[in-house]
């Protein structure tokens, strides 16, 4: 993991504007947080500095362009790249603040227990509230866009 400040700062706002944190629909599968870029070179950063994965995704339907995501998985790296980007984010400040509180609801280091009934309510609370914001902030809206001066 970088310990680059600038480093860190640049991918924070690159992950501000272009990335992605929401939860499942089974409170039990995890959190996602992802960011899909057409070129790979900055997913390329974040993958060297977090780990995590990278992969193509080819175009399909009406897509015309090919798309790299990056993802990252397991609450131990998700919560020490929260806690990284943290200080820089703006736009999903609030998001992040929820995952820190849903990884922190993670057993670590692949403990087998079921989580407790709480717990699972806890997630999907912080899920919806997730969801909801990412509905605030424009996606997963089905809002139609105003034109200026409307």
């Known amino acids: 993991m970088t310990e680059d400040p600038t480093k860190i700062a640049y991918l924070a706002g690159l992950f501000d504007g272009e990335g992605s944190i929401y939860?499942?629909?089974d409170p039990r599968t995890g959190l996602h947080i992802t960011c899909i870029m057409g070129p790979p070179e900055a997913l390329k950063l974040f993958h060297?500095?977090?780990g995590g994965s990278l992969k193509l995704y080819r175009p399909t339907g009406n897509?015309?362009?090919?798309?790299?995501r990056w993802s990252?998985?397991?609450?131990i790296?998700?919560?020490a790249f929260l806690a990284k980007v943290f200080p820089w984010l703006i736009i999903k400040k609030a998001q992040a603040e929820l995952a820190l509180q849903y990884v922190q609801t993670v057993?670590?280091?692949g403990s087998s227990l079921?989580?407790?009934?709480e717990v699972i309510e806890l997630r999907t609370l912080i899920i919806r509230s997730l969801s909801e914001l990412n509905c605030k902030k424009g996606r997963n809206s089905s809002r139609k866009p105003v034109k200026e001066g409307d």
């Open 72 to 75: 990252l998985h397991g609450a």
């Open 23 to 25: 939860g499942g629909v």
């Open 77 to 79: 790296k998700q919560e």
């Open 114 to 117: 079921t989580p407790t009934k």
């Open 63 to 68: 897509q015309k362009t090919a798309a790299w």
């Open 48 to 50: 060297e500095a977090f």
């Open 107 to 109: 057993r670590k280091k």
